[in-house]
């Protein structure tokens, strides 16, 4: 009898947990509905007419984040994000979005919305809620619509959006540089999520059928469908747990010849090697989120991903750089994460009129250089 009570009681504190999530996770998702068009839209998120409400729908972002533990979801990630982390990045968002660089506060909402989706997609509760509300909420414009299931990781709708954007030019009169991020978003997916080369090329020849696409863009694709079937043969280098030596050649070897080399459409072979060493190293933290090479992998990450602009809608680097110092401090490494993170800082905040890093920003660089003082 003791223990049937002791299980009831359980079972009513697990489920008043979990009505607890779903609350708050209701209202969240009330508040990221409200972003969408501005989360989608850089001109819209600058744009001063809409800080109020932007604004408003970040502080009550950054009140919900602190009222459930999230921990023992994030942990199942594999990336082990800290929920405190994650809170902060909310908190600095909302800071900076009214005292800074509004294209850092974007970029840096971009990232955590991305962490929380990578995880919260995953649940079928939340996940079907999700995609009803968001089909009720598309977006007039079809390359934002895109760029917002790209960053909710609905990549499947993300990549009918991008491939119709594509075909219906010019008629839909879609910008050059959307055509462009469009291409990339299709490369990022099948070659560093779904890893699969054919689908790639099937996509950009499906792409490359559009004679009327600007020239360049024209040529460029072609070039990588000419890549994609000289690499046909190729496969993703696996690593076991032990072989934590043979990755950190394979990383610091590709990172170290890419260090100079060109990342645009007009280096298909390095963008698809540079694609693949991300891909490599995720599914190896995935797979071992224990290894000891984990400070390593954040920061091999950060530095690869930093350079590719077309990660920028979902990437994911002052972060890695940030975990590496806050989880591993005393690790070597974690000298060369916050020079990284810092000299990011820097640049983010550096204009005409000189640097000027918010006080809340200066404070936590501050803070992380003290972690990593050896004595």
């Given amino acids: 009898m003791k223990r049937f009570l002791l299980l009831l009681m359980v079972l009513v504190f697990a489920g ?24 989608a839209s850089e001109s819209s998120f600058s744009d001063p007419a809409n ?37 902060r990045q909310l908190e600095q968002v909302e800071n900076v979005f009214s005292t800074g660089s509004k294209d850092y506060a974007l970029g840096t909402l971009r990232s955590t919305l991305g962490v929380c989706m990578s995880c919260h997609t995953q649940l079928p509760a939340v996940s079907t809620r999700f995609m009803t509300l968001n089909q009720t909420q598309a977006l007039s414009n079809q390359f934002e619509e895109a760029e917002f299931l790209f960053l909710i990781r609905n990549f499947d709708d993300a990549m009918k959006l991008y491939g119709e954007l594509i075909a219906g030019y010019p008629l839909n009169k879609a910008e050059t540089d959307d055509l462009e991020t469009a ?14 080369l054919q689908g790639l090329s099937v996509a950009l020849r499906r792409d490359g059928a559009n004679q009327q696409l600007p020239t360049r863009l024209q040529k460029q694709i072609k070039g990588f ?42 280096s298909p072979r390095n963008v698809i090697a540079a694609l693949k060493v991300s891909s490599v190293l ?24 930093r350079r590719y602009h077309y990660q920028s809608m979902y990437s994911l680097p002052d972060l890695y750089l940030k975990q590496c ?10 000298k ?22 918010p006080d809340d920003i200066a404070q936590e660089l501050k803070m992380l250089q003290e972690l990593v003082k050896t004595d």
Wanted: aromatic share 12%; charged share 25%.
């Fill in 282 to 305: 995720y599914e190896y933290l995935n797979a071992y989120p224990t290894t000891p090479l984990k400070p390593d992998i954040l920061y091999w990450l950060s530095l690869g991903e």
């Fill in 325 to 334: 110092v806050l989880e591993y401090p005393k690790n070597p490494v974690a």
């Fill in 225 to 266: 469908i000419a890549s994609l079937e000289n690499m046909q043969d190729e496969k993703y280098p696996e690593f076991a747990d032990a072989e934590g030596a043979d990755l950190r050649k394979y990383a610091e070897t590709l990172l170290n010849e890419e260090q100079g080399g060109d990342f645009s459409l007009d």
């Fill in 183 to 196: 291409v990339y978003r299709q490369i990022f997916y099948y070659v560093r999520v779904a890893r699969d």
């Fill in 51 to 87: 800080s109020a409400q932007i604004a408003d729908a970040l502080k009550k972002m950054v009140a919900l984040s602190n009222e459930v533990n999230h921990e023992e979801r994030i942990n199942k990630t594999g990336f082990q994000v800290s929920a405190n982390v994650l809170a």
């Fill in 336 to 357: 060369k994460c916050f020079a990284e993170y810092e000299e990011s800082m820097k640049v983010a905040f550096t204009g005409s009129g000189g640097t000027h890093i």
């Fill in 16 to 39: 008043a947990a979990r009505a607890e999530v779903k609350a708050v996770m209701d209202q969240m998702l009330q508040q990221v509905f409200i972003l969408k068009p501005f989360i």
